[in-house]
C-alpha cells in the first residue's frame, strides 16, 4: 500500500523563485528517495537521504528528513522552466527483509512558468 | 552503457487480446520492478522480480497477469484477455541491490485497449 503522502498536490510558481515539497510518512525507514518524472517518461532519481542523515545537498535541491515528525522536503531553489515536473518521495522500510520495495507517494505536480 | 530499455513504447490491443511488455535491466542488474501509473496518480507497485524468482507479486492481480524474469533475456510482464481498464503506463525499474539502492527507471510502455 502507498504510505507517502507529499504536498501540495500542485505547485504553480514563477522562474527564479524557490518551490518547496513536501512528504510525509507512516513506519520507520531505512532511507528516503526522491525522483522526478517529466510527462510521459519515467522516473529520475534525484536524491536518497538516510534515516541518520538530516540535510543533504545535490546542486540546486535542498532534501531534509525528520525522523521524529516522519517527514521530508525537497527544495529547488532558483527554478527553471524545465523543472516543470511531478516529483515523488518514495521510501524504503526499515528492516524491511529480502523484500524491500520502495513505497510511493502520490506524487507534486511543480509548474514552472517562465 | 544503456538504460533500462522497455518496448514496445506504446502497446495497443482490442478486448481480449494478449499484452507483452518486455523490459530489459541496466548491466549489471539483477533486480526488477514493475509499476503501473494511471493519468495524474502515483506509481503502483506490481511485482519484484530477480532472476528465475518472484520475490513479491503482492501488487499484481492474481488473474490474467503474469511476470517472469529468466536466466536469460528481458522481465515479462504478461496480461491475458485484456480488458479496457488494463490501460496505463506500465514502468519497469531495475536495480543492482535489494531494493534500498536506486531505482533506474525505463520509459514505459503506454497500453491502450480498444
Known amino acids: 500500500s502507498q504510505q507517502g503522502e507529499e504536498d501540495p498536490q500542485a505547485l504553480s510558481i514563477q522562474e527564479g523563485e524557490n518551490a518547496t515539497m513536501n512528504c510525509s510518512y507512516k513506519?520507520?525507514?531505512?532511507?528516503l528517495q526522491w525522483y522526478r518524472q517529466n510527462s510521459g517518461r519515467g522516473l529520475v532519481h534525484l536524491i536518497l537521504?538516510?534515516?541518520n542523515e538530516r540535510e543533504k545537498h545535490s546542486g540546486r535541491l535542498r532534501v531534509t528528513l525528520d525522523t521524529s515528525k516522519k517527514s521530508s522536503s525537497l527544495l529547488i531553489t532558483a527554478s527553471r522552466a524545465a523543472d516543470t515536473a511531478s516529483y515523488f518521495c518514495?521510501?524504503?522500510?526499515?528492516?524491511?527483509?529480502?523484500?524491500?520495495?520502495?513505497?510511493w507517494g502520490l506524487g507534486t505536480s511543480l509548474a514552472v512558468n517562465p | 552503457n544503456a538504460g533500462v530499455m522497455q518496448n514496445p513504447r506504446h502497446l495497443v490491443r482490442r478486448r481480449g487480446q494478449e499484452a507483452r511488455l518486455r523490459c530489459s535491466p541496466m548491466?549489471?542488474?539483477?533486480?526488477v520492478y514493475w509499476y503501473r501509473q494511471l493519468p495524474e496518480e502515483g506509481l503502483k507497485f506490481m511485482v519484484y522480480l530477480q532472476k528465475e524468482n518472484i520475490i513479491d507479486e503482492s501488487g499484481m492481480p492474481k488473474e490474467r497477469f503474469s511476470a517472469e524474469f529468466p536466466k536469460e533475456g528481458p522481465s515479462i510482464l504478461r496480461i491475458q484477455q485484456v480488458v479496457r481498464g488494463d490501460s496505463a503506463a506500465y514502468f519497469c525499474?531495475?536495480?543492482?541491490?535489494?531494493?534500498?539502492?536506486?531505482?533506474?527507471f525505463g520509459s514505459g510502455t503506454q497500453l491502450s485497449v480498444l
Open positions: 537521504i538516510r534515516s
Open positions: 525499474a531495475s536495480s543492482y541491490s535489494s531494493g534500498n539502492e536506486k531505482l533506474f
Open positions: 518514495a521510501t524504503v522500510a526499515y528492516n524491511a527483509g529480502n523484500n524491500r520495495k520502495l513505497i
Open positions: 548491466k549489471g542488474h539483477s533486480h
Open positions: 513506519t520507520s525507514i531505512n532511507n
